[in-house]
């Protein structure tokens, strides 16, 4: 080969070498200097447990064995004392729906003058009173979404009143004294078409009313709820209820859920039972409250197998006082920390300076997972205490106990957190 040849080939292949490593540095500072990153926020996510839970109170049947139609005095849930009168008794059943009319009357007419009277007294503002009607409409279609048609009943009662109260603010009408004369006409006609009372029925048991039966009731043993088994869960039928029975009353304030739970729940349930701490139950179907309770038992006949949940409660409501065998949401455990994206976990090492008592320096490093933070312009390595793992996130304790951490360095709340980025290191400038 010609030497001028030869020497143009190596002169052109050193020129090309020159050119592409030129290239690469460019795409380097322009491309591969560059992060994305994820503002570190706090967070609370829960454990929850779903399973089907029976309720158990200590309630016992109210029996009628008068003829004529029964008409309540007390609603759902309502506390009634020994004696009350908790029922008229009618002849037949247009005079019985007469009087409901009539009770319906008076509970409209009474809260209309209340309505009144508690506008002229206290300063109302029209926003409090649209976010009121906002929150019931929206509850109701809840309500209705849900197959809860009484509960939905119950609140467009509240709606209306609250329909009349912005009314009253905006100037509409000026008081309901035209309306309540109209009521009351309508009462004095239907006290004229109807007969009176035959009958009452009083109760000899103070408590909680409800005015069906589902056949639950003696299912299982309120005073022995430690002994209910899967087995006995799974075999609980209605049983069928006498037809002089009109009701029942739940006398003690305390009850029960008992829902099936996996082995594994068995285990992180039962640390929790041990700390004594409350756990929240959701039952969708029936309220939107979470109800607070705590473990009164933990039934499990062979370890490694289901066991039984034994909820004990106090909290009570109109909804919550005819519920019996609902869907069950759980929360078991709640975690607190610093949100940070998986993408953002490295293995990286931390340094620590100690400081011996004959005044000699040491600087000790470890390998630890952490993250990288954008602080100005340049990189900073920290380590994390990972307290909480989901499929694409950690939380991160915020303030982890001393000696958790190598160097008591960790991320903290609103730190830019890299979750992109290439040949990240401690200390590297982004341009």
């Known amino acids: 080969m010609d030497k001028l040849l030869f020497k143009r080939i190596i002169i052109a292949l050193l020129a090309l070498l020159v050119i592409s490593y030129l290239v690469y540095l460019f795409m380097g500072a322009k491309f591969g200097n560059s992060v994305e990153t994820e503002e570190a926020v706090y967070t609370t996510v829960s454990d929850v447990i779903y399973s089907r839970g029976y309720i158990i109170r200590d309630e016992s049947y109210l029996s009628n064995d008068q003829k004529g139609v029964l008409s309540y005095n007390v609603s759902d849930g309502d506390k009634i004392s020994v004696g009350q009168n908790i029922a008229d008794i009618y002849s037949n059943e247009k005079d019985a729906l007469t009087h409901q009319k009539i009770k319906k009357l008076d509970s409209r007419i ?75 006409k309508q009462k004095s006609k239907l006290e004229a078409e109807s007969s009176d009372v035959i009958g009452s029925l009083s109760s000899d048991t103070a408590g909680y009313f409800i005015s069906y039966t589902d056949g639950y009731e003696n299912s299982f043993d309120y005073n022995s709820p430690k002994r209910i088994t899967v087995k006995k869960l799974a075999k609980a039928k209605p049983q069928k209820v006498s037809k002089n029975i009109i009701g029942r009353v739940v006398a003690n304030p305390v009850w029960y859920i008992a829902c099936e739970i996996t082995p594994d729940d068995v285990i992180s349930l039962s640390k929790i039972q041990s700390l004594g701490e409350k756990i929240y139950v959701n039952m969708p179907s029936v309220t939107n409250v979470s109800i607070p309770t705590t473990i009164y038992s933990i039934n499990q006949d062979d370890p490694g197998k289901n066991g039984v949940l034994i909820l004990s409660c106090d909290y009570m409501n109109n909804y919550i006082a005819g519920a019996r065998n609902e869907d069950v949401e759980i929360t078991a455990i709640s975690y607190s920390g610093l949100k940070v994206s998986k993408r953002a976990v490295h293995e990286g090492v931390v340094e620590k300076r100690i400081k011996h008592k004959d005044g000699t320096r040491e600087t000790k490093t470890k390998h630890v997972q952490g993250v990288y933070v954008l602080h100005g312009s340049e990189l900073i390595f920290k380590e994390i205490s990972i307290i909480y793992s989901a499929p694409d996130y950690v939380l991160c304790d915020a303030e982890p106990a001393e000696g958790t951490l190598f160097n008591g360095e960790t991320v903290e709340l609103y730190d830019q957190v890299v979750i992109k980025g290439d040949n990240l290191y401690d200390g590297k400038v982004i341009s």
Do not use: H, P
């Open 110 to 184: 009474d809260r209309l003058k209340t309505l009144s009277e508690s506008y002229y007294k206290n300063s109302i503002s029209l926003e409090t009173v649209d976010s009121q009607i906002g929150n019931n409409l929206f509850s109701i279609m809840s309500d209705v979404t849900n197959g809860n048609l009484m509960k939905a009943k119950s609140r467009s009662d509240n709606l209306l009143m609250t329909v009349c109260e912005r009314q009253l603010i905006t100037g509409d009408v000026k008081d309901f004294s035209s309306k309540i004369s109209e009521l009351k």
